[in-house]
Protein backbone atom coordinates (compact mmCIF):
# COMPACT_ATOMS: atom_id res chain seq x y z
CA UNK A 1 0.00 0.00 0.00
CA UNK A 2 1.34 3.05 -1.13
CA UNK A 3 2.36 5.98 1.85
CA UNK A 4 -0.03 8.65 2.04
CA UNK A 5 1.17 11.99 0.87
CA UNK A 6 1.25 15.24 2.71
CA UNK A 7 0.93 18.76 1.78
CA UNK A 8 2.80 22.00 3.30
CA UNK A 9 -0.63 24.29 3.76
CA UNK A 10 0.84 27.15 2.62
CA UNK A 11 2.78 26.33 -0.15
CA UNK A 12 0.83 23.20 -1.47
CA UNK A 13 4.76 21.24 -1.78
CA UNK A 14 4.46 17.64 -0.86
CA UNK A 15 6.57 15.51 1.73
CA UNK A 16 9.18 14.15 -1.00
CA UNK A 17 9.67 18.17 -2.66
CA UNK A 18 11.01 19.42 0.93
CA UNK A 19 13.49 18.81 3.41
CA UNK A 20 10.80 18.69 6.38
CA UNK A 21 7.54 18.63 6.85
CA UNK A 22 6.03 20.11 10.02
CA UNK A 23 2.33 18.34 11.44
CA UNK A 24 0.05 20.66 13.20
CA UNK A 25 -3.42 19.78 14.54
CA UNK A 26 -5.11 20.23 11.30
CA UNK A 27 -2.55 20.88 8.76
CA UNK A 28 1.15 20.94 8.11
CA UNK A 29 4.23 23.43 7.15
CA UNK A 30 7.47 23.10 5.44
CA UNK A 31 10.71 24.55 6.57
CA UNK A 32 10.90 27.23 3.85
CA UNK A 33 7.70 28.58 4.75
CA UNK A 34 8.54 28.54 8.15
CA UNK A 35 11.78 30.51 7.25
CA UNK A 36 10.00 32.87 5.83
CA UNK A 37 6.97 33.38 8.26
CA UNK A 38 9.67 34.10 11.19
CA UNK A 39 11.03 36.47 8.75
CA UNK A 40 7.72 38.22 8.19
CA UNK A 41 7.48 38.28 12.32
CA UNK A 42 10.73 39.37 12.96
CA UNK A 43 10.28 42.76 10.38
CA UNK A 44 7.24 43.36 11.47
CA UNK A 45 8.32 43.19 15.24
CA UNK A 46 11.29 45.68 14.24
CA UNK A 47 8.89 48.31 12.72
CA UNK A 48 7.10 48.06 16.43
CA UNK A 49 9.86 48.91 18.22
CA UNK A 50 11.33 51.68 16.24
CA UNK A 51 7.89 53.36 15.91
CA UNK A 52 7.98 52.54 19.88
CA UNK A 53 10.88 54.61 20.28
CA UNK A 54 10.41 57.17 17.61
CA UNK A 55 12.28 56.34 15.13
CA UNK A 56 9.53 56.10 12.37
CA UNK A 57 9.68 59.23 10.69
CA UNK A 58 5.56 58.52 9.86
CA UNK A 59 4.69 57.67 12.98
CA UNK A 60 6.74 60.54 14.23
CA UNK A 61 5.63 63.69 11.97
CA UNK A 62 1.36 62.49 12.54
CA UNK A 63 2.06 63.21 16.20
CA UNK A 64 3.94 66.15 15.93
CA UNK A 65 3.74 68.86 18.56
CA UNK A 66 5.50 72.11 18.17
CA UNK A 67 5.55 71.89 22.24
CA UNK A 68 8.25 69.12 22.04
CA UNK A 69 9.77 70.11 18.82
CA UNK A 70 13.21 71.29 19.49
CA UNK A 71 13.68 74.96 20.04
CA UNK A 72 16.40 76.85 17.44
CA UNK A 73 19.09 76.92 20.27
CA UNK A 74 18.49 73.23 20.66
CA UNK A 75 18.48 72.57 16.92
CA UNK A 76 22.21 74.85 16.89
CA UNK A 77 23.64 72.81 19.92
CA UNK A 78 23.13 69.57 18.33
CA UNK A 79 24.12 71.29 14.86
CA UNK A 80 27.39 72.38 16.76
CA UNK A 81 28.01 68.15 17.73
CA UNK A 82 28.63 67.63 13.97
CA UNK A 83 29.40 70.67 12.06
CA UNK A 84 32.46 73.31 13.07
CA UNK A 85 31.80 76.52 12.73
CA UNK A 86 29.17 78.29 10.24
CA UNK A 87 27.70 79.85 13.46
CA UNK A 88 25.30 82.50 11.28
CA UNK A 89 24.28 79.69 9.14
CA UNK A 90 23.27 77.50 11.99
CA UNK A 91 21.10 80.02 13.30
CA UNK A 92 19.49 80.83 9.79
CA UNK A 93 18.84 77.29 9.04
CA UNK A 94 17.65 76.15 13.03
CA UNK A 95 15.05 79.03 13.09
CA UNK A 96 13.98 78.95 9.28
CA UNK A 97 13.62 74.77 10.70
CA UNK A 98 11.81 75.35 13.76
CA UNK A 99 9.54 77.85 11.85
CA UNK A 100 8.63 75.38 9.21
CA UNK A 101 7.60 72.98 11.46
CA UNK A 102 5.37 74.97 14.05
CA UNK A 103 4.14 76.09 10.65
CA UNK A 104 2.70 72.56 9.99
CA UNK A 105 1.09 72.52 13.82
CA UNK A 106 -0.77 75.62 13.63
CA UNK A 107 -4.20 75.67 13.34
CA UNK A 108 -5.53 78.77 11.38
CA UNK A 109 -7.95 80.09 13.51
CA UNK A 110 -10.84 83.10 13.72
CA UNK A 111 -7.70 86.01 12.80
CA UNK A 112 -7.05 83.99 9.34
CA UNK A 113 -3.16 84.57 10.47
CA UNK A 114 -1.96 81.41 7.93
CA UNK A 115 2.44 81.30 8.40
CA UNK A 116 4.14 80.70 5.06
CA UNK A 117 6.75 78.58 4.21
CA UNK A 118 10.62 79.26 5.13
CA UNK A 119 12.74 77.72 2.28
CA UNK A 120 16.29 77.79 2.33
CA UNK A 121 19.15 79.03 0.35
CA UNK A 122 22.79 78.01 1.54
CA UNK A 123 25.62 79.94 -0.54
CA UNK A 124 29.07 78.80 0.34
CA UNK A 125 32.54 76.92 -1.00
CA UNK A 126 32.55 73.58 -1.86
CA UNK A 127 33.64 71.32 1.18
CA UNK A 128 32.27 74.10 4.16
CA UNK A 129 28.92 72.08 5.74
CA UNK A 130 25.83 72.84 3.48
CA UNK A 131 25.00 69.23 2.95
CA UNK A 132 26.10 67.88 6.47
CA UNK A 133 24.04 70.58 8.06
CA UNK A 134 20.81 69.72 6.15
CA UNK A 135 21.71 65.86 6.85
CA UNK A 136 21.84 66.76 10.39
CA UNK A 137 19.35 68.18 11.17
CA UNK A 138 17.07 65.60 9.34
CA UNK A 139 18.40 63.17 11.64
CA UNK A 140 17.44 64.76 14.78
CA UNK A 141 13.91 65.76 13.74
CA UNK A 142 13.42 62.26 12.34
CA UNK A 143 11.46 63.04 9.35
CA UNK A 144 11.94 61.81 6.08
CA UNK A 145 15.07 63.59 4.25
CA UNK A 146 16.67 63.48 0.57
CA UNK A 147 19.15 64.90 -0.95
CA UNK A 148 19.04 65.44 -5.09
CA UNK A 149 21.60 67.27 -7.51
CA UNK A 150 20.26 69.55 -9.56
CA UNK A 151 22.65 69.16 -12.44
CA UNK A 152 20.74 65.86 -13.44
CA UNK A 153 17.54 68.01 -14.36
CA UNK A 154 16.68 69.18 -17.69
CA UNK A 155 13.59 70.89 -19.34
CA UNK A 156 10.80 68.40 -20.20
CA UNK A 157 11.23 66.59 -23.41
CA UNK A 158 15.11 66.51 -22.94
CA UNK A 159 17.37 63.47 -22.05
CA UNK A 160 17.74 64.25 -18.31
CA UNK A 161 15.02 63.61 -15.36
CA UNK A 162 11.95 65.71 -14.68
CA UNK A 163 12.30 67.53 -11.50
CA UNK A 164 9.36 65.48 -9.90
CA UNK A 165 11.89 62.86 -9.10
CA UNK A 166 12.82 64.88 -6.87
CA UNK A 167 9.84 63.72 -4.48
CA UNK A 168 10.15 60.12 -5.89
CA UNK A 169 13.15 60.04 -3.87
CA UNK A 170 11.47 61.56 -1.07
CA UNK A 171 8.54 58.95 -1.48
CA UNK A 172 11.21 56.19 -1.40
CA UNK A 173 12.84 56.89 1.68
CA UNK A 174 9.41 57.38 3.33
CA UNK A 175 8.33 53.92 2.31
CA UNK A 176 5.70 55.32 -0.06
CA UNK A 177 4.04 57.00 3.16
CA UNK A 178 2.79 59.85 1.42
CA UNK A 179 1.42 61.37 4.77
CA UNK A 180 5.11 61.05 5.88
CA UNK A 181 6.50 62.15 2.39
CA UNK A 182 4.76 65.88 2.65
CA UNK A 183 6.45 66.59 5.96
CA UNK A 184 10.20 65.94 4.69
CA UNK A 185 12.66 67.42 4.03
CA UNK A 186 14.59 68.03 0.87
CA UNK A 187 18.22 69.11 -0.15
CA UNK A 188 18.64 70.30 -3.48
CA UNK A 189 22.38 70.53 -4.14
CA UNK A 190 24.41 72.17 -6.26
CA UNK A 191 21.50 74.83 -7.23
CA UNK A 192 24.07 77.15 -8.66
CA UNK A 193 24.64 74.64 -11.75
CA UNK A 194 21.21 75.78 -13.23
CA UNK A 195 21.75 79.46 -13.08
CA UNK A 196 20.70 81.02 -16.77
CA UNK A 197 23.93 81.62 -19.09
CA UNK A 198 23.04 85.08 -19.02
CA UNK A 199 21.50 88.04 -17.04
CA UNK A 200 19.07 88.65 -20.24
CA UNK A 201 16.08 86.69 -20.31
CA UNK A 202 16.67 84.33 -24.27
CA UNK A 203 14.11 83.61 -26.40
CA UNK A 204 16.62 80.46 -27.26
CA UNK A 205 16.03 77.11 -25.01
CA UNK A 206 18.55 77.47 -22.19
CA UNK A 207 17.71 72.91 -21.26
CA UNK A 208 19.24 72.85 -17.83
CA UNK A 209 19.22 76.10 -16.68
CA UNK A 210 16.11 78.48 -16.96
CA UNK A 211 13.78 76.15 -18.19
CA UNK A 212 14.64 73.62 -14.70
CA UNK A 213 14.53 76.73 -12.17
CA UNK A 214 10.83 77.59 -14.18
CA UNK A 215 9.96 73.41 -13.12
CA UNK A 216 11.10 74.21 -9.82
CA UNK A 217 8.52 76.93 -9.00
CA UNK A 218 5.77 75.07 -8.30
CA UNK A 219 7.35 72.43 -6.08
CA UNK A 220 9.15 75.37 -3.86
CA UNK A 221 6.15 77.38 -3.45
CA UNK A 222 3.42 74.21 -2.99
CA UNK A 223 1.08 72.19 -5.29
CA UNK A 224 -0.47 69.38 -5.92
CA UNK A 225 2.26 67.12 -7.73
CA UNK A 226 2.16 63.88 -9.64
CA UNK A 227 4.89 62.29 -9.05
CA UNK A 228 5.96 58.97 -10.88
CA UNK A 229 6.76 56.76 -7.72
CA UNK A 230 9.94 55.11 -10.08
CA UNK A 231 11.52 58.17 -10.69
CA UNK A 232 12.71 59.20 -14.29
CA UNK A 233 10.62 60.98 -17.09
CA UNK A 234 6.62 60.77 -16.77
CA UNK A 235 4.77 59.17 -19.36
CA UNK A 236 0.86 59.00 -19.99
CA UNK A 237 0.42 55.57 -19.03
CA UNK A 238 2.42 55.59 -15.80
CA UNK A 239 0.37 55.46 -12.59
CA UNK A 240 1.32 58.14 -10.36
CA UNK A 241 1.48 59.66 -6.56
CA UNK A 242 -0.31 62.89 -5.73
CA UNK A 243 2.31 64.61 -3.42
CA UNK A 244 1.28 67.96 -1.38
CA UNK A 245 4.42 70.16 -1.49
CA UNK A 246 3.23 73.00 0.64
CA UNK A 247 4.63 71.06 3.53
CA UNK A 248 7.76 69.79 2.54
CA UNK A 249 10.71 72.41 3.25
CA UNK A 250 13.62 72.61 0.70
CA UNK A 251 17.07 73.81 1.30
CA UNK A 252 19.20 74.63 -1.49
CA UNK A 253 22.54 74.88 -1.83
CA UNK A 254 25.37 76.01 -4.08
CA UNK A 255 28.97 77.05 -4.36
CA UNK A 256 28.09 80.06 -6.43
CA UNK A 257 31.78 80.08 -7.61
CA UNK A 258 32.64 83.66 -9.05
CA UNK A 259 29.52 85.45 -7.11
CA UNK A 260 32.08 87.50 -4.90
CA UNK A 261 32.73 89.47 -7.91
CA UNK A 262 28.80 90.37 -8.26
CA UNK A 263 29.09 91.16 -4.55
CA UNK A 264 32.10 93.21 -5.04
CA UNK A 265 30.56 95.49 -8.28
CA UNK A 266 27.45 95.50 -6.20
CA UNK A 267 29.14 97.15 -3.52
CA UNK A 268 31.56 99.31 -5.93
CA UNK A 269 28.38 100.76 -7.00
CA UNK A 270 27.14 101.90 -3.98
CA UNK A 271 30.04 103.32 -2.43
CA UNK A 272 29.17 106.96 -3.80
CA UNK A 273 29.11 110.41 -1.61
CA UNK A 274 30.96 112.14 1.23
CA UNK A 275 31.01 108.87 3.40
CA UNK A 276 32.78 106.71 0.52
CA UNK A 277 36.31 106.05 1.84
CA UNK A 278 34.98 105.23 4.82
CA UNK A 279 32.71 102.87 3.28
CA UNK A 280 35.19 101.63 1.71
CA UNK A 281 37.40 101.04 4.60
CA UNK A 282 34.17 98.90 6.76
CA UNK A 283 34.19 96.48 3.80
CA UNK A 284 36.20 93.32 4.62
CA UNK A 285 37.07 92.60 1.30
CA UNK A 286 38.41 89.24 2.54
CA UNK A 287 35.26 87.54 3.54
CA UNK A 288 32.40 89.40 0.81
CA UNK A 289 30.39 86.48 0.94
CA UNK A 290 28.65 88.22 4.23
CA UNK A 291 27.27 90.54 2.21
CA UNK A 292 25.66 88.80 -0.16
CA UNK A 293 21.36 89.99 -0.91
CA UNK A 294 18.97 88.22 -3.15
CA UNK A 295 20.07 90.60 -6.16
CA UNK A 296 23.69 89.28 -6.16
CA UNK A 297 22.06 85.55 -7.18
CA UNK A 298 20.02 86.80 -9.59
CA UNK A 299 22.55 88.54 -10.99
CA UNK A 300 24.43 84.77 -11.19
CA UNK A 301 21.44 83.49 -13.18
CA UNK A 302 18.67 82.84 -10.65
CA UNK A 303 15.27 83.82 -11.82
CA UNK A 304 13.87 86.75 -9.63
CA UNK A 305 10.57 83.86 -8.70
CA UNK A 306 12.89 81.41 -7.96
CA UNK A 307 14.42 83.53 -5.31
CA UNK A 308 11.21 85.02 -3.80
CA UNK A 309 10.52 81.29 -3.16
CA UNK A 310 13.65 80.74 -0.99
CA UNK A 311 13.48 83.43 1.42
CA UNK A 312 16.13 82.42 3.96
CA UNK A 313 19.42 83.35 2.51
CA UNK A 314 22.41 82.76 4.41
CA UNK A 315 26.25 81.86 3.54
CA UNK A 316 29.41 79.74 4.38
CA UNK A 317 32.60 81.12 4.88
CA UNK A 318 35.60 79.25 3.42
CA UNK A 319 36.93 77.16 6.29
CA UNK A 320 40.28 78.44 8.07
CA UNK A 321 43.17 76.76 9.00
CA UNK A 322 41.88 76.40 12.90
CA UNK A 323 37.90 75.17 12.05
CA UNK A 324 39.96 72.62 9.33
CA UNK A 325 41.94 71.51 12.57
CA UNK A 326 38.66 71.20 14.84
CA UNK A 327 37.53 69.09 11.89
CA UNK A 328 40.17 66.33 12.28
CA UNK A 329 38.72 65.39 15.88
CA UNK A 330 36.17 67.40 17.68
CA UNK A 331 32.71 66.36 15.92
CA UNK A 332 30.91 63.26 17.20
CA UNK A 333 31.42 61.55 13.81
CA UNK A 334 34.84 63.27 13.15
CA UNK A 335 37.43 61.93 10.43
CA UNK A 336 39.87 60.46 13.28
CA UNK A 337 36.86 59.28 15.37
CA UNK A 338 36.00 57.54 12.42
CA UNK A 339 39.24 56.00 11.28
CA UNK A 340 39.73 54.83 14.97
CA UNK A 341 36.75 52.99 15.24
CA UNK A 342 37.11 51.12 11.58
CA UNK A 343 40.84 49.70 13.27
CA UNK A 344 38.53 48.86 16.70
CA UNK A 345 36.97 46.57 15.00
CA UNK A 346 39.79 44.53 13.59
CA UNK A 347 40.85 45.40 17.67
CA UNK A 348 43.84 47.53 16.84
CA UNK A 349 44.46 50.41 18.45
CA UNK A 350 45.05 53.61 16.50
CA UNK A 351 46.82 56.72 17.33
CA UNK A 352 48.01 59.70 15.82
CA UNK A 353 50.90 62.12 16.62
CA UNK A 354 50.22 65.55 16.88
CA UNK A 355 52.14 66.71 14.19
CA UNK A 356 50.64 64.08 11.78
CA UNK A 357 47.17 65.69 11.94
CA UNK A 358 49.02 69.67 11.77
CA UNK A 359 50.40 68.21 8.49
CA UNK A 360 47.10 66.76 7.50
CA UNK A 361 45.76 70.26 8.25
CA UNK A 362 48.42 72.03 6.22
CA UNK A 363 47.67 69.78 3.08
CA UNK A 364 43.91 70.53 3.23
CA UNK A 365 44.66 74.31 3.52
CA UNK A 366 47.51 74.58 0.55
CA UNK A 367 44.37 71.93 -1.78
CA UNK A 368 41.55 74.59 -0.83
CA UNK A 369 38.93 71.90 -0.83
CA UNK A 370 37.84 72.26 2.31
CA UNK A 371 36.60 69.57 4.67
CA UNK A 372 35.94 66.82 1.40
CA UNK A 373 39.77 67.45 0.74
CA UNK A 374 40.43 67.06 4.00
CA UNK A 375 39.17 63.41 3.92
CA UNK A 376 40.80 62.78 1.13
CA UNK A 377 43.97 63.67 2.29
CA UNK A 378 43.12 61.15 5.73
CA UNK A 379 41.67 58.26 3.18
CA UNK A 380 45.59 58.78 1.24
CA UNK A 381 47.67 58.35 4.53
CA UNK A 382 45.65 55.29 5.97
CA UNK A 383 45.10 53.30 2.53
CA UNK A 384 48.20 51.16 2.95
CA UNK A 385 47.65 50.50 6.83
CA UNK A 386 43.73 49.46 6.22
CA UNK A 387 44.92 47.26 3.80
CA UNK A 388 47.80 45.65 5.32
CA UNK A 389 46.64 45.90 9.42
CA UNK A 390 44.08 43.56 9.56
CA UNK A 391 45.50 40.58 8.28
CA UNK A 392 49.10 41.69 10.38
CA UNK A 393 48.25 40.53 13.92
CA UNK A 394 49.02 44.27 15.10
CA UNK A 395 47.28 45.34 17.99
CA UNK A 396 48.43 49.08 17.76
CA UNK A 397 49.48 51.28 15.34
CA UNK A 398 50.53 55.00 15.70
CA UNK A 399 50.91 57.13 12.62
CA UNK A 400 53.69 59.80 13.11
CA UNK A 401 54.60 62.84 10.71
CA UNK A 402 57.29 60.96 8.91
CA UNK A 403 54.71 58.21 8.02
CA UNK A 404 52.03 60.44 7.39
CA UNK A 405 54.09 62.47 4.63
CA UNK A 406 55.56 59.74 3.12
CA UNK A 407 52.19 58.17 2.33
CA UNK A 408 50.64 61.37 0.97
CA UNK A 409 54.29 61.73 -1.19
CA UNK A 410 53.48 58.15 -2.80
CA UNK A 411 49.34 58.60 -2.97
CA UNK A 412 48.12 60.10 -6.16
CA UNK A 413 46.47 63.00 -4.28
CA UNK A 414 50.37 64.11 -4.26
CA UNK A 415 50.95 63.54 -8.12
CA UNK A 416 48.28 65.55 -8.92
CA UNK A 417 49.15 68.59 -7.03
CA UNK A 418 52.24 68.80 -8.33
Given at each position: ???????????G?????????V????G??????????????TE??G???????????S???????????P??A?I??Y??Q?V????????Y???????H?KR??Q??GDD???I????????????T??T?????????L????T?????????????G???E???????????????AT?????????????A????????T???SG??????????????I?????K??R???D???????????????????????????Q?L??????????????????????K?????????????PEI??R?P??TY?N???????R????????S???????????????????????????????????G???????????M?????E????G???F?????????????ST????Q?
Amino acid sequence: MAKKKNYCSFCGRSDDEVALLVSGISGFICNDCIEQAHQIVTEAAGKAEGAANGQSSSQWSRSMNWKTLPRPADIKAYLDQYVIGQDDAKRYLSVAVYNHYKRLCQSVGDDGVEIEKSNVIMVGPTGTGKTLMARTIAKLLKVPFTIVDATIFTEAGYVGEDVESILSRLLQVADFDVEATQRGIVFIDEIDKIARKTDNPSITRDVSGEGVQQGLLKLLEGSIVNVPPKGGRKHPDQDYVHVDTRNILFICGGAFDGIERKIAQRLNTHVVGYNSVQNVARIDRNDLMKYIVPQDLKSFGLIPEIIGRLPVLTYLNQLDRKALRAILTEPKNSLIRQQEKLFLMDDIRLTFDEAALEYMVDKAVEYKLGARGLRSIVEAIMMTPQFELPSSGEKTFRVTLDYARQQLEKSTLNAMQG
